[in-house]
């Protein structure tokens, strides 16, 4: 019996097995892309697609920047230089409201076609077509009456943008085109429209407004006026004739208004587009170095589809075509992408690199593991508690470097006692950011304000720790000892540390917090229908300039969600925004985060920090605060 | 015979038709949707998107729809996740890896589990039986979220002697770590199934019969307790098969696996409705077919359920 099951010959054949199975190469997967040159890039997670006008997401901009270049490119190591990209060279206008950009005239796609400025006129237009719903559309409605196409307002563009039009857009302009949002139609939407009662059609076309009408609902108010309700000031006839232009625009199929919305784009020769915004824009050469701004590929968005299709197969391997220093090569799902040297690039010469795979690794424990197996060159992210160790074991690996982003929590300013800015104040004064910083977001620097620091921009540095003050400003607000408060709920998609001491802040005053975490779809649709009370949150800019940070706390914002808004706050947001003097607009702005602070509606606790592992052969990669890291430049040397 | 198997088949389908709709409704009862990002998307892109993805007719409406589309074999494409990818291309590049991981993890918890549980039942109450029961006991305790990275750091990182992570179909290196994880926890269980079956089976008539013949003691454990000391585990391995493989998700995450169960973790996070909807239907189709096989291999194993399914 024992000579059948003899564990010792067992033993020898498993690790005969395993032997073979790990097999005899010793060459590190690092070891070999140094010898063919390719980098081994930890990409966070799988992108969602590779059509950068569909796409939001910080990962799928990582790949796009290798396979994209914008007008303006980045610079290897100074966050404000505007280096070349598509366009040589750039000037504004007096007022900074028109900015011409002179195209280099050897620029080519990746499929050796020339590129245009037929081919950024092309990509605004999509980019903003009502029906491409692409999500990012908002980073171009600077430019000139590009919002109203983009939200396909047609009253505007029929009748408001037309100088013959015998009511000014001024007065115009109070008509319900948009809908009104407090009126509850979803009873109404999906019943034929013929079968209504009268009160019920006026409910209807009231909360989906002219704009959305459809040309039997339009034909309506012309057989029956009663059906809409006007403003005051918008005569009779005039009623009819906005009436009859968008009857004939939903008769004629709704066709596109992309021309009739006299947007601010222009190409005067097939080198130089010309855009012109609706107000000064002192930094939108630093705006088209965000993705929303690169070109798309005309020639081959039409061969796949219409201009407004989301989902063709133009952005696929065999298919995709950019203008980058890379093209595309590989596409794993959930696995890597490949993308290799493009030949066509205009400064291919001075590509280092033969190619780069992303590897969408979610997982950032695994990710260390993997570059520390020599698996990946670059990771994308460290975990915090790992820090330590790293600091210890590995710190020629080690890179912490700031970020465009700040950790906050948001309060629901429409909640009884936090409505009190001085409790909201006195929360954050009871926030102990420096001890946060060092024990709980190590690598992080303590907030000193909203906005994280960006060039020239320096607002008061208000947020400070003094627990006793805290104390005494909540006693002022009548809640001594947080006696008064109700119990909050403290929101977050996950459990950390960072949650822990953010509770036991609200117990140093006194105050009850319950932890309420919800999966992180669920934790986002409660902040933006404001069914919270405070919760954990963050924000990453998207380009160097403050208002990134600042535009989201304005009334209606989808992203403000805290109930709070200001129209001082506002005013001077829309002062800045018509300021040419660069200096003084960002004065303004910094006046604008002072309101903001005195009234906290979020509660700043920590600035980003990029903690990544990088190894030393990779060269040519610096430090930069919107972590866009020029591929072209980068070269291994091991 | 025939009979029984045929109306197996259509209780399966009645599964995976009340499945498929529980699905759909759960999912669109959630309280997040697909057409939400953590950057609020603006109203006019909202309504487009749910123009374009038919969620602006009524439920009922898009129930309706979507049932036929699936019964004529359309699972449509992904709404989020993989935008506008077909969910059955997403299932065709992801399945296979996850069955190859699975079929692998399932081989290694075989080979280890069922010798060990065997020899466990031989050994009974002496110190190859302790040792290996004490060792199974802790596989299964054990979550592979530790398991997993243990093997990781030692095997892989210390010894360097397999990728920590990533997925390479031609190199069954890659795949060794994750299928040891997933398998191990099979293992376990496995052998402490084979050793109650064959400790049951050790004490019957027949075998003492066989032993008083002066049969040798390989054969009667090969050719006479086997067959029915393994009915237990036999019933085990399909739903541990199907386990396996719609179970991987941690382990997936863990070595990087381009597999079904992170695409599917994801696409219910987002309320990718399609793409939630495609691997649910896979594994119901899966766990039916793997308990259905499992029927018909018991019949063929056990003289006693053959008599009665023909009677």
């Given at each position: 019996?024992?000579?059948a099951?003899?564990l010792?010959?067992i033993?020898?054949?498993?690790s005969?097995?395993?032997?073979?199975?790990?097999?005899c190469?010793?060459?590190?997967?690092v070891?070999?892309?140094?010898r063919e040159?390719?980098?081994?890039?930890?990409?966070?997670?799988?992108?969602?697609?590779?059509?950068l006008?569909?796409?939001?997401?910080?990962?799928?901009?990582?790949?796009l920047?290798?396979?994209?270049e914008?007008l303006?490119?980045?610079?290897?190591?100074?966050?404000?230089?505007?280096a070349p990209?598509v366009?040589?060279?750039?000037?504004?206008?007096?007022?900074?409201?028109?900015?011409?950009?002179h195209?280099?005239?050897?620029?080519?796609?990746?499929?050796?076609?020339p590129?245009t400025?037929?081919?950024?006129?092309f990509s605004?237009h999509?980019?903003?077509?009502p029906?491409?719903a692409a999500?990012?559309?908002?980073?171009?409605?600077?430019?000139?009456?590009?919002?109203?196409?983009n939200r396909?307002?047609?009253g505007?563009?029929l009748?408001?943008?037309?100088?013959q039009?015998?009511?000014?857009?001024e007065i115009?302009r109070?008509t319900?085109?948009?809908?009104?949002?407090?009126?509850?139609?979803?009873?109404?939407?999906?019943?034929?429209f013929?079968?209504?009662?009268?009160?019920?059609?006026?409910?209807l076309?009231?909360a989906?407004?002219?704009?959305r009408?459809?040309?039997?609902?339009?034909?309506?108010?012309?057989d029956?006026?009663?059906?809409?309700?006007w403003?005051?000031?918008?005569?009779?006839?005039?009623?009819?004739?906005?009436?009859?232009?968008?009857?004939?625009?939903?008769?004629?199929g709704?066709?596109?208004?992309?021309?009739?919305?006299?947007?601010?784009?222009?190409a005067?020769?097939?080198?130089?587009?010309?855009?012109?915004?609706?107000e000064?824009?002192?930094?939108l050469?630093?705006?088209t170095?965000h993705t929303?701004?690169?070109?798309v590929p005309?020639h081959?968005?039409l061969?796949?589809?219409?201009?407004?299709d989301r989902?063709?197969?133009?952005a696929?391997?065999?298919?995709?075509?950019?203008?980058?220093?890379?093209?595309l090569?590989?596409?794993?799902?959930?696995h890597?992408?490949?993308?290799?040297?493009n030949?066509y690039y205009?400064?291919?010469?001075n590509?280092?690199?033969n190619?780069?795979r992303?590897?969408?690794?979610e997982?950032?424990?695994?990710?260390?593991?993997?570059?520390?197996a020599g698996?990946?060159?670059?990771?994308?992210?460290?975990?915090?508690d790992?820090?330590?160790?790293?600091?210890?074991?590995y710190?020629?690996?080690?890179r912490?470097?700031p970020?465009v982003?700040?950790?906050f929590?948001?309060?629901n300013?429409?909640r009884p006692?936090l409505?009190?800015?001085r409790?909201?104040?006195?929360i954050s004064?009871?926030?102990?950011?420096?001890?946060?910083?060092?024990?709980i977001?190590e690598?992080?620097?303590?907030?000193?304000?909203?906005?994280?620091?960006?060039g020239?921009?320096?607002?008061?540095a208000v947020?400070?720790?003094?627990?006793?003050?805290?104390k005494?400003?909540?006693?002022?607000a009548?809640?001594?000892?947080?006696?008064?408060?109700?119990a909050?709920?403290?929101l977050?998609s996950?459990l950390?540390?960072g949650?822990d001491?953010?509770?036991?802040t609200?117990?140093?005053?006194g105050?009850?917090?319950?932890?309420?975490?919800?999966?992180?779809?669920?934790?986002v649709a409660?902040q933006?229908?404001?069914?919270?009370?405070i919760?954990?949150?963050?924000?990453?800019g998207?380009?160097?300039?403050?208002?990134t940070?600042?535009d989201m706390?304005?009334r209606?914002?989808?992203?403000?969600?805290?109930?709070?808004?200001?129209?001082?706050?506002?005013?001077?947001l829309?002062?800045?925004?018509?300021?040419s003097?660069?200096?003084?607009?960002?004065?303004?702005?910094a006046e604008a985060?002072?309101?903001l602070m005195e009234?906290m509606?979020?509660?700043?606790?920590a600035w980003y920090?990029?903690?990544?592992?990088h190894?030393?052969e990779?060269?040519?990669?610096?430090?930069l605060?919107l972590?866009?890291?020029?591929w072209?430049?980068?070269?291994l040397?091991? | 015979m025939?009979?029984?198997?045929?109306?197996r088949l259509?209780?399966?389908?009645?599964?995976l038709?009340?499945?498929?709709?529980?699905?759909?409704f759960?999912v669109?009862?959630?309280?997040?949707?697909?057409?939400?990002d953590?950057?609020?998307?603006p109203?006019?892109?909202r309504e487009?998107?749910?123009?374009?993805?038919?969620y602006?007719?009524?439920?009922?409406t898009q129930?309706?729809?979507?049932?036929?589309?699936?019964?004529?074999?359309?699972?449509?494409?992904?709404i989020?996740?993989m935008?506008?990818?077909e969910?059955?291309?997403i299932?065709?590049?992801?399945?296979?890896v996850?069955l190859?991981?699975?079929l692998f993890?399932?081989?290694?918890?075989?080979?280890?589990?069922i010798?060990?549980?065997?020899?466990?039942a031989?050994r009974?109450n002496?110190?190859?039986?302790?040792?290996?029961?004490?060792?199974a006991?802790?596989g299964?305790?054990?979550?592979?979220?530790?398991?997993?990275p243990?093997?990781?750091?030692?095997f892989?990182?210390r010894?360097?002697?397999f990728?920590?992570?990533?997925w390479?179909p031609?190199?069954?290196s890659?795949?060794?770590?994750p299928?040891?994880?997933?398998g191990?926890?099979?293992?376990?269980y496995?052998?402490?199934?084979?050793?109650?079956?064959?400790?049951?089976?050790?004490h019957q008539?027949?075998?003492?019969?066989?032993r008083?013949?002066?049969?040798k003691?390989?054969?009667?454990i090969?050719?006479?307790?086997l067959?029915g000391?393994?009915i237990?585990?036999?019933?085990?391995?399909?739903p541990?098969f199907?386990?396996?493989?719609?179970g991987?998700?941690?382990?997936?995450?863990?070595?990087?696996?381009?597999?079904?169960?992170?695409?599917?973790?994801?696409a219910?996070?987002?309320?990718?409705?399609t793409?939630?909807?495609?691997?649910?239907?896979?594994y119901g189709t899966l766990?039916?077919t793997?308990?259905?096989?499992?029927?018909?291999?018991?019949l063929?194993?056990?003289?006693?359920l053959?008599?009665?399914?023909?009677?």
């Amino acid at each position: 019996m024992s000579r059948a099951l003899n564990l010792p010959r067992i033993t020898l054949v498993l690790s005969l097995a395993i032997a073979a199975l790990t097999g005899c190469k010793r060459e590190t997967m690092v070891g070999r892309a140094n010898r063919e040159g390719i980098l081994l890039v930890g990409n966070s997670a799988e992108p969602r697609a590779l059509d950068l006008q569909i796409v939001t997401g910080v990962p799928e901009s990582k790949i796009l920047n290798a396979l994209f270049e914008g007008l303006v490119g980045d610079h290897p190591s100074d966050d404000k230089a505007m280096a070349p990209g598509v366009a040589t060279h750039w000037e504004p206008n007096g007022d900074l409201t028109e900015w011409t950009f002179h195209l280099r005239p050897e620029a080519k796609w990746s499929d050796g076609v020339p590129l245009t400025a037929a081919d950024f006129l092309f990509s605004y237009h999509r980019m903003l077509h009502p029906e491409l719903a692409a999500a990012y559309a908002p980073m171009l409605h600077s430019i000139l009456n590009a919002e109203a196409y983009n939200r396909d307002e047609r009253g505007h563009i029929l009748c408001g943008l037309d100088e013959q039009f015998p009511t000014p857009w001024e007065i115009l302009r109070k008509t319900n085109f948009q809908g009104d949002k407090s009126i509850d139609a979803g009873d109404l939407a999906n019943r034929d429209f013929s079968s209504l009662a009268g009160d019920e059609r006026r409910r209807l076309l009231a909360a989906k407004g002219l704009d959305r009408l459809n040309a039997l609902q339009l034909r309506a108010i012309l057989d029956d006026p009663s059906l809409f309700d006007w403003p005051e000031a918008v005569p009779p006839e005039t009623r009819r004739l906005v009436i009859e232009r968008l009857l004939a625009h939903a008769e004629a199929g709704a066709p596109d208004l992309f021309e009739r919305a006299k947007i601010g784009l222009r190409a005067p020769d097939p080198h130089t587009l010309v855009v012109t915004l609706r107000e000064p824009v002192p930094y939108l050469p630093a705006m088209t170095r965000h993705t929303t701004w690169f070109p798309v590929p005309r020639h081959v968005i039409l061969k796949f589809g219409k201009m407004t299709d989301r989902d063709t197969k133009w952005a696929t391997v065999g298919n995709h075509v950019g203008n980058g220093p890379f093209k595309l090569y590989k596409w794993r799902y959930n696995h890597f992408i490949e993308v290799r040297r493009n030949p066509y690039y205009w400064d291919a010469a001075n590509v280092g690199l033969n190619g780069i795979r992303f590897y969408p690794i979610e997982n950032a424990y695994t990710e260390t593991r993997s570059f520390l197996a020599g698996q990946l060159h670059t990771t994308y992210s460290l975990p915090p508690d790992l820090l330590e160790k790293t600091r210890r074991d590995y710190p020629q690996y080690l890179r912490t470097e700031p970020y465009v982003g700040t950790v906050f929590v948001r309060f629901n300013t429409t909640r009884p006692g936090l409505d009190d800015p001085r409790v909201r104040r006195a929360i954050s004064l009871a926030v102990n950011r420096e001890e946060l910083c060092k024990f709980i977001y190590e690598g992080f620097a303590p907030a000193e304000t909203y906005t994280p620091r960006l060039g020239e921009y320096r607002p008061p540095a208000v947020l400070r720790y003094d627990l006793e003050e805290a104390k005494a400003l909540l006693a002022e607000a009548g809640f001594p000892g947080g006696k008064g408060l109700p119990a909050f709920s403290l929101l977050t998609s996950r459990l950390n540390a960072g949650v822990d001491a953010m509770q036991q802040t609200f117990r140093n005053l006194g105050i009850r917090v319950e932890v309420q975490q919800k999966d992180w779809g669920s934790y986002v649709a409660a902040q933006q229908s404001l069914n919270f009370d405070i919760a954990m949150a963050g924000w990453i800019g998207d380009y160097l300039d403050p208002t990134t940070f600042l535009d989201m706390w304005t009334r209606g914002n989808g992203n403000n969600n805290t109930g709070w808004d200001s129209p001082e706050y506002e005013a001077l947001l829309r002062k800045a925004a018509r300021q040419s003097d660069p200096q003084a607009r960002l004065a303004i702005l910094a006046e604008a985060e002072g309101k903001l602070m005195e009234a906290m509606p979020i509660l700043p606790i920590a600035w980003y920090s990029r903690l990544y592992l990088h190894r030393p052969e990779v060269r040519g990669w610096h430090p930069l605060v919107l972590d866009n890291h020029p591929w072209k430049h980068v070269t291994l040397r091991p | 015979m025939w009979r029984e198997i045929a109306n197996r088949l259509m209780q399966g389908l009645l599964v995976l038709f009340v499945l498929g709709t529980l699905t759909f409704f759960l999912v669109h009862a959630l309280p997040y949707g697909p057409f939400q990002d953590e950057k609020a998307i603006p109203d006019n892109v909202r309504e487009r998107l749910e123009q374009i993805h038919g969620y602006d007719k009524p439920l009922l409406t898009q129930y309706w729809l979507r049932l036929n589309n699936i019964v004529r074999g359309d699972l449509g494409t992904s709404i989020k996740v993989m935008e506008g990818r077909e969910v059955s291309d997403i299932l065709l590049q992801a399945f296979p890896v996850s069955l190859t991981l699975g079929l692998f993890a399932m081989a290694i918890a075989i080979s280890i589990g069922i010798p060990a549980g065997v020899l466990a039942a031989i050994r009974k109450n002496r110190a190859p039986d302790y040792i290996i029961m004490a060792v199974a006991l802790l596989g299964i305790c054990l979550p592979n979220f530790v398991i997993g990275p243990l093997l990781a750091e030692f095997f892989g990182g210390r010894l360097g002697w397999f990728p920590v992570s990533g997925w390479d179909p031609r190199s069954p290196s890659a795949m060794f770590l994750p299928a040891l994880t997933l398998g191990l926890v099979s293992a376990a269980y496995l052998s402490r199934l084979t050793r109650a079956g064959m400790l049951e089976i050790l004490h019957q008539d027949f075998i003492r019969t066989a032993r008083a013949k002066g049969q040798k003691g390989h054969i009667i454990i090969i050719r006479h307790a086997l067959r029915g000391g393994l009915i237990p585990s036999i019933a085990f391995l399909g739903p541990a098969f199907a386990g396996t493989i719609s179970g991987s998700v941690v382990v997936e995450s863990i070595f990087q696996i381009p597999g079904i169960g992170r695409l599917f973790i994801k696409a219910i996070e987002t309320g990718d409705e399609t793409l939630i909807m495609g691997p649910v239907l896979l594994y119901g189709t899966l766990i039916v077919t793997a308990n259905f096989l499992v029927d018909l291999i018991q019949l063929w194993l056990n003289p006693r359920l053959r008599a009665r399914a023909a009677a």
